[in-house]
């Protein structure tokens, strides 16, 4: 039986087989880009191997995988976001309707409100706490949501007019604008239409962060990498500003247990650092997704678009992962798992074989007056072929003459007892007769030899080896008058009609 087999490794690299030849490992940085613009890019590697990328809106050139083998099709995500932001567009999916859609669910149960509020709620706490003389730190990842605040910060800066410095550290974070510049069409349709006047990546309020810039007096703003304060310039920020209650740090995505971040959320105010040096937090803690990760709604909603047979949960807490599978098995009625790492799930397939059919057979069906129906499918007979890695439906004429073969007649032959003492000419003379007079509507002959004929149908009357008072009609024919020869036989074990004395 055809089988799709799925073994998550870790939050992001996946292993499936969609046949025993065919093995594929991707993880989250795949690479190859998809511009903006095309939403989807299509490439056939072989004659069965097929990989389209859909846009998936997460990250600059991030993008969702359908990889096709003959019918059997895998949708992988990876990270995406169904919310377009201030520089990316939301990720899109056609109807593609694959076997299995393996997604993330990194906030399988929240649902988040209005990005406007956020937004608004966002600038107004950085304006309170520079206006009070404090510092601001904002932990994030290099790529992603670092642009997306700076977007929203720089134009807040230049409608206010604020002159406190805004700064983002070197490195990796530096390098990421460099490609959102040179790859801006990728973006969203309002940064693309304003480009030509300005690239809004080319910030005037913000600058590059140094170390030395962290013990400055006076209020600033700082983007450090990495966004989970678990280590990186964004920890040694944090340890340096943690002890003065002017200032404030805000966490705009998500934190994995254990790190500094999530303790800090879940209300730690004293933390043991290096060297069992203990961390007092004076200063204030804010929680404001605007994480790229899609939440429960857009979760159902790719589900939805897309259509699959089955759903495979990954990159999730399992208690979190539990309530969306529920959901999405309530209200698409299929099949969801939530493999644990290291964990293989089998799911069994049912692919479509597409069959040609000639245009000879077809005529020949429709000769008989059996026009097709989509609505009443019907037996249609002829001779499966397979040319050229297609299979084709024929005439069993047409297939021996491709297939150069001779024909072979199969004939089907039943016995049939009748209890009649005369000859065995005169029994064959009353089969004939009594066929001739109900079956008017076909060929009935009576051959010199004494056999009988109906069509292709062949009678002939033989004596019963034991018992001289007893007849045996051996009633023979070809496939083609199966439904007839039936009949025939159904008929003469009905018995013959007395002959008139």
Known sequence: MPEIRVTPLDAHVLVWN????????LGAAFPTVVPRSSNVLSKGV???????????????????????????SVVYTGDYNMTPDRHLGAAWIDKCRPNLLITESTYATTIRDSKRCRERDFLKKVHETVERGGKV???????????????LLETFWERVNLKAPIYFSTGLTEKANHYYKLFITWTNQKIRKTFVQRNMFEFKHIKAFDRAFADNPGPMVVFATPGMLHAGQSLQIFRKWAGNEKNMVIMPGYCVQGTVGHKILSGQRK??????????VKMQ?????????????????????????????????????????QKIEQEFRVNCYMPANGETVTLPTSPSIPVGISLGLLKREMAQGLLPSAKKPRLLHGTLIMKDSSFQLVSSEQALKELGLAEHQLRFTCRVHLHDSRKEQET?????????????????????DGSVTVESILIQAAAHSEDP?????????????????????????KGLPQAPS
């Open 18 to 25: 969609l046949r025993p030849s065919l093995g594929r490992v």
């Open 46 to 72: 072989d004659d069965e191997l097929e990989i389209k990328a859909y846009y998936a809106g997460h990250v600059l050139g991030a993008a969702m995988f359908q990889i096709k083998v003959g019918s059997e």
């Open 137 to 151: 730190l904002i932990p994030v990842f290099a790529l992603g949501r670092a642009q997306e605040l700076c977007i």
């Open 271 to 280: 933390l043991e650092m290096e060297g069992r040096q203990v961390l007092e």
């Open 285 to 325: 803690v804010e929680y404001m997704s605007f994480s790229a990760h899609a939440d429960a709604k857009g979760i159902m909603q790719l589900v939805g678009q897309a259509e699959p047979e089955s759903v495979l949960l990954v990159h999730g807490e399992a208690k979190k992962m539990e309530f969306l599978k």
């Open 428 to 448: 064959a003379a009353r089969v004939y007769s009594h066929l001739k007079s109900v079956l008017k509507d076909h060929c009935v002959q009576h051959l010199p």
């Open 469 to 493: 008072g007893t007849k045996v009609l051996l009633v023979s024919w070809t496939y083609q008058d199966e439904e007839l020869g039936s009949y025939l036989t159904s008929l003469l074990k």
